[in-house]
């Protein structure tokens, strides 16, 4: 995988560093500086006999960001900008600069945050980075988020990760990670890199790519909330939900001889328990009506490439739910977990553009999270939680059916029982 570096403003020349904290962003002008400053005091507080340097690498920003990036005050901790070219875009592809400017100055361990959050704290970054100097290699945050924010992650990433790969990861795709130098390098290397990992793929690849690779993880407790822009489930999902399933579904047929022989998941060491009080997330607001009206909708739009890809008893299971009244409306969780197994395989066999199954899903996606927000309405955070423990139960204990499919069909000739 080519190094691929735009611009590159390193007023200190620094050349070489054991902590880096790197920064993505894309017209992040409004909210880098605070990220910056809380950066700069977490390494200064928590890191000081370590040399550290702060790097923006940032999508070719045209609101100011690389202005804001260079002007905040960093207390003697010093900072390298970089941008991608004009033309490459990507949270992903910025991403990689950071792998390879990790590796060119040896560092030890890498803290990567986003650049939109408004509730970080300097000991985040020390949460991030110490254990990687306690020999893990990777680290993914552990926030207390609202029970509506992150429905991707509820819904479909953390149980499909848990399901595959045996390792209980509640973010894996929480854009705030830590990683050791030597997983750069594997990083840098670019295995299993697509178009999708170049965009908001990156998170999940990270994680699933240091899962495979035997690499120790840990969580990390934030203590804070992640508090950056919450999106009504409803009405703000774009490119990132078939970038992120897109990028699972191929790192699926990477890694098939080892996520086969996982049976049950196991826990995952969290660091950073007791470090003071646990601050309670904002709330989501989500438009159920809009949930169940594009619900409805996918039958009018995907129904012909549903009935390629469904089952016959999954296909009509879909189309009794249809039938359902909203005040009545509930999602199966078994259901939703072997339309997931379904889909994979379909996009593995190719039996239409990949692209537009990935799209197909995101109907049924939005009758899940809309059986979700009915379910739990007056749940607490922890209760919500305890609801999708259960639901990670359900994909591992119906995980044979998966198998059973992945390796039955060759060339995709539709199996009907």
């Given at each position: 995988?080519a190094?691929?570096?735009?611009?590159?403003?390193?007023?200190?020349?620094?050349?070489?560093?054991?902590?880096?904290?790197?920064?993505?962003?894309?017209?992040?002008?409004?909210?880098?500086?605070?990220?910056?400053?809380?950066?700069?005091?977490?390494?200064?507080?928590?890191?000081?006999?370590?040399?550290?340097?702060?790097?923006?690498?940032d999508?070719?920003?045209?609101?100011?960001?690389?202005?804001?990036?260079?002007?905040?005050?960093?207390?003697?901790?010093?900072?390298?900008?970089?941008?991608?070219?004009?033309?490459?875009?990507?949270?992903?592809?910025?991403?990689r600069?950071?792998?390879?400017?990790?590796?060119?100055?040896?560092?030890?361990?890498i803290?990567?945050?986003?650049?939109?959050?408004?509730?970080?704290?300097?000991?985040?970054?020390?949460?991030?980075?110490?254990?990687?100097?306690?020999?893990?290699?990777?680290?993914?945050?552990?926030?207390?988020r609202?029970?509506?924010d992150?429905?991707?992650?509820?819904?479909?990433?953390?149980?499909?990760?848990?399901?595959?790969?045996?390792?209980r990861?509640?973010?894996?795709?929480?854009?705030?990670?830590?990683?050791?130098?030597?997983?750069?390098?594997?990083?840098?290397?670019?295995?299993?890199?697509?178009?999708?990992?170049?965009?908001?793929?990156?998170?999940?690849?990270?994680?699933?790519?240091?899962?495979?690779?035997?690499?120790?993880?840990?969580?990390?407790?934030?203590?804070?909330?992640?508090?950056?822009?919450?999106?009504?489930?409803?009405?703000?999902?774009?490119?990132?939900?078939?970038?992120?399933?897109?990028?699972?579904?191929?790192?699926?047929?990477?890694?098939?001889?080892?996520?086969?022989?996982?049976?049950?998941?196991?826990?995952?060491?969290?660091?950073?328990?007791?470090?003071?009080?646990?601050?309670?997330?904002?709330?989501?607001?989500?438009?159920?009506?809009?949930?169940?009206?594009k619900?409805?909708?996918?039958?009018?739009?995907?129904?012909?490439?549903?009935n390629?890809?469904?089952?016959?008893?999954?296909?009509?299971?879909?189309?009794?739910?249809?039938?359902?009244?909203f005040?009545?409306?509930?999602?199966?969780?078994?259901?939703?977990?072997?339309?997931?197994?379904?889909?994979?395989?379909?996009?593995?066999?190719?039996?239409?553009?990949?692209?537009?199954?990935?799209?197909?899903?995101?109907?049924?996606?939005?009758?899940?999270?809309?059986?979700?927000?009915?379910?739990?309405?007056?749940?607490?955070?922890?209760?919500?939680?305890?609801?999708?423990?259960?639901?990670?139960?359900?994909?591992?204990?119906?995980?044979?059916?998966?198998?059973?499919?992945?390796?039955?069909?060759?060339?995709?000739?539709?199996?009907?029982?």
């Open positions: 995988m190094e691929i570096i735009g611009i590159e403003i390193n007023p200190q020349e620094v050349k070489e560093a054991e902590i880096i904290v790197g920064i993505p962003s894309y017209n992040e002008a409004d909210t880098i500086g605070f990220v910056v400053k809380q950066a700069a005091e977490g390494l200064k507080q928590y890191f000081s006999k370590y040399r550290s340097v702060i790097i923006n690498c999508a070719n920003s045209k609101d100011g960001t690389k202005e804001v990036f260079l002007n905040t005050s960093t207390d003697q901790i010093p900072k390298i900008y970089l941008s991608l070219p004009p033309k490459i875009t990507g949270k992903g592809s910025v991403l600069m950071l792998f390879h400017k990790a590796c060119d100055m040896g560092a030890k361990a803290i990567t945050i986003d650049a939109d959050l408004i509730s970080i704290t300097p000991k985040w970054i020390r949460n991030l980075g110490e254990p990687i100097l306690e020999d893990f290699g990777f680290v993914a945050p552990l926030y207390v609202h029970k509506y992150g429905t991707i992650t509820n819904n479909v990433v953390y149980p499909l990760i848990r399901c595959l790969f045996g390792r990861i509640r973010q894996p795709i929480g854009g705030d990670f830590g990683f050791s130098g030597e997983i750069a390098k594997i990083y840098a290397q670019g295995k299993y890199w697509d178009a999708l990992v170049a965009q908001f793929g990156i998170d999940v690849w990270m994680t699933t790519v240091a899962l495979a690779e035997g690499i120790p993880i840990c969580q990390s407790f934030m203590g804070r909330p992640k508090i950056h822009r919450p999106k009504d489930p409803a009405q703000s999902l774009g490119k990132m939900f078939y970038q992120v399933v897109g990028t699972m579904f191929n790192l699926m047929q990477s890694f098939f001889d080892l996520w086969k022989m996982v049976k049950w998941s196991k826990p995952t060491a969290i660091f950073g328990f007791g470090l003071g009080e646990t601050e309670l997330p904002p709330p989501v607001r989500v438009d159920q009506e809009a949930l169940y009206q619900f409805l909708l996918g039958f009018k739009q995907y129904h012909n490439i549903w390629k890809i469904l089952f016959t008893p999954n296909l009509n299971k879909l189309n009794e739910i249809k039938t359902l009244r005040e009545h409306f509930d999602f199966p969780t078994e259901l939703w977990a072997k339309i997931l197994y379904d889909f994979s395989v379909a996009y593995k066999n190719k039996v239409d553009d990949q692209k537009l199954i990935l799209d197909a899903i995101i109907p049924l996606y939005y009758g899940k999270t809309l059986s979700f927000v009915k379910k739990t309405e007056r749940m607490s955070i922890q209760e919500a939680e305890e609801l999708i423990e259960y639901e990670c139960e359900v994909f591992e204990k119906i995980k044979p059916y998966l198998i059973e499919q992945w390796t039955k069909v060759q060339g995709y000739v539709k199996v009907r029982p």
